[in-house]
């Protein structure tokens, strides 16, 4: 089993940057896709970024590109999203998440593993 555990969230001005990190415990998660996914209020979770095991290959939502950045650290079993030029409408709960399969990183029920989410707030 993996549990996963997002940090970072808060309230932020318009413009401003926030950087989200999720830590993955109880086996190593090196092998696995992770992403990040975020609800809106009333609405599903949305695919915001995934990147590939391999570090190297990473993907976006067309709304997030050229303002967010996603990495991951092997050694320390994390991901981060890193969001900056941040917009009113960027305020949701953001979920971290681990996937078996990168062909299927922008759907929901392509990810085992979920966390509990963390707040982002964009001031305007």
């Known amino acids: 089993q993996v549990q996963l555990q997002e940090s970072g969230g808060g309230v932020v001005q318009a413009g401003g940057s926030l950087r989200l990190s999720c830590a993955a415990s109880?086996?190593?998660?090196?092998?696995?896709?992770m992403a990040w996914f975020r609800q809106f209020p009333g609405q599903e979770r949305q695919f915001v970024a995934a990147?590939?095991?391999?570090?190297?290959?990473?993907d976006f939502a067309d709304s997030v590109k050229g303002r967010f950045t996603i990495s991951r650290n092997h050694a320390k079993n994390t991901v981060s999203l890193q969001k900056n030029s941040l917009k009113p409408e960027d305020t949701a709960v953001y979920y971290c998440?681990?996937?078996?399969?990168?062909?299927?990183?922008?759907?929901?029920?392509?990810?085992?593993?979920w966390g509990q989410g963390t707040q982002v707030t964009v001031s305007s």
């Open positions: 990147i590939h095991p391999s570090v190297i290959v990473t």
């Open positions: 998440a681990a996937a078996s399969d990168w062909k299927k990183r922008l759907a929901r029920d392509g990810y085992a593993y």
């Open positions: 109880g086996r190593t998660v090196s092998g696995n896709t």
